[in-house]
């Protein structure tokens, strides 16, 4: 079992970047790790992924070429560099761990521990 905390968002400009962390109570070594994002009204979605030894799922359109997501086994730290960001970026963000033995999933419901989360919010 992992607890996972989330930090590093807050208020941005437009264009602008922020880092996001998640530190794992457990190590990390054993699991596939995610991103996903909530904004007001809407569903949880999916925003990147990682597998086990650090290849991530491709990226959704509304993220590809500005988010990167890569993690650390050895400080069981995962993180989502996001740039360029935009309002529609606005949401809370959560990470998510899967012990499931694929490389990595797109699927909320592949995850079984989440954070709490970290509110980003993007402003024009």
């Known amino acids: 079992q992992v607890q996972l905390v989330e930090s590093g968002g807050g208020l941005v400009q437009a264009g602008g970047s922020l880092r996001l962390s998640c530190q794992a109570s457990?190590?990390?070594?054993?699991?596939?790790m995610g991103w996903f994002r909530q904004a007001p009204g809407r569903e949880r979605d999916f925003v990147a992924a990682?597998?086990?030894?650090?290849?991530?799922?491709p990226y959704p359109d509304s993220v590809k070429g500005r988010f990167t997501i890569s993690r650390d086994n050895a400080k069981d730290t995962v993180y989502l560099q996001m740039n360029s960001l935009k309002p529609e970026d606005t949401a809370v963000y959560y990470c998510?761990?899967?012990?499931?033995?694929?490389?990595?999933?797109?699927?909320?419901?592949?995850?079984?521990?989440w954070g709490r989360g970290t509110q980003v919010t993007v402003s024009s």
């Open positions: 457990g190590r990390i070594s054993g699991y596939s």
């Open positions: 990682i597998s086990r030894m650090g290849g991530s799922a």
């Open positions: 998510a761990a899967s012990p499931e033995r694929g490389t990595y999933y797109l699927s909320r419901n592949n995850y079984s521990y």
